[in-house]
């Protein structure tokens, strides 16, 4: 995982610094592309993974905060569109 992350960390810097020299690489767009999807894909396995060695009360109790989080996200994106 750690790996991945340095991954999308690196290639992120490689298209900030095209992008600073005026001239965007579109390769690097893609490397964060790829990399980003790697480590979303990693992330999804490891959760399956998870979520399968936990009891059905232990799932609908992850359930439940994940909803509440998206719910939080939810919120602060409609209280940052209200302020533009």
């Given at each position: 995982?750690?790996?991945?992350?340095?991954?999308?960390?690196?290639?992120?810097?490689?298209?900030?610094?095209?992008?600073?020299?005026?001239?965007?690489?579109?390769?690097?767009?893609?490397?964060?592309?790829?990399?980003?999807?790697?480590?979303?894909?990693?992330?999804?396995?490891?959760?399956?993974?998870?979520?399968?060695?936990?009891?059905?009360?232990?799932?609908?109790?992850v359930q439940k905060?994940?909803?509440?989080?998206?719910?939080?996200?939810?919120?602060?994106t409609a209280e940052?569109?209200?302020?533009?």
């Amino acid at each position: 995982m750690r790996g991945l992350l340095d991954r999308v960390t690196q290639a992120r810097r490689t298209l900030a610094a095209s992008a600073e020299r005026g001239q965007v690489d579109e390769a690097a767009a893609a490397a964060v592309g790829e990399a980003s999807g790697a480590l979303a894909l990693s992330e999804a396995r490891i959760r399956s993974e998870v979520l399968q060695l936990l009891t059905p009360e232990q799932r609908a109790e992850v359930q439940k905060h994940s909803e509440a989080r998206a719910e939080r996200a939810a919120e602060r994106t409609a209280e940052h569109r209200r302020q533009q």
